[in-house]
């Protein structure tokens, strides 16, 4: 499995971006797909992710209505539009993947592929 993130950048609060993850090796339209993020001195924390086939979608507090993660079945691809950016949303962003759907899918442990993280910085 090998997940590529991009998308990431420097922008200014109040501002938007949307992080790409191309996934490769594995069946996409069955495996479950999110986005987690590493701010400075902190631990990985999860923002958002999509089951696989049900499609359904799950957010973190801090994400929920300024954050979508949706997915594209056709071009193996999935995205993380992120509007009214604060300074607080600034870290590294990695996408992950698993075969399966868990409950405790706010847990990083339990992702076992994860892309190599795109930087964002939200500027004051």
């Known amino acids: 499995v090998q997940l590529q993130a991009s998308g990431g950048g420097l922008v200014l609060a109040g501002g938007s971006l949307r992080l790409s993850c191309a996934a490769s090796?594995?069946?996409?339209?069955?495996?479950?797909m999110a986005w987690f993020r590493q701010a400075p001195g902190k631990e990985r924390e999860f923002v958002a992710a999509?089951?696989?086939?049900?499609?359904?979608?799950y957010y973190a507090e801090s994400a929920k209505g300024r954050f979508t993660i949706t997915r594209d079945y056709a071009q193996n691809t999935v995205y993380l539009q992120m509007f009214s950016l604060k300074p607080e949303d600034t870290a590294v962003y990695y996408c992950v993947a698993d075969p399966h759907w868990n409950i405790r899918y706010t847990s990083p442990a339990e992702w076992p592929h994860w892309g190599q993280g795109t930087l964002v910085t939200v500027s004051s």
């Open positions: 090796g594995l069946t996409f339209n069955s495996y479950s």
């Open positions: 999509t089951r696989g086939t049900m499609r359904s979608t």
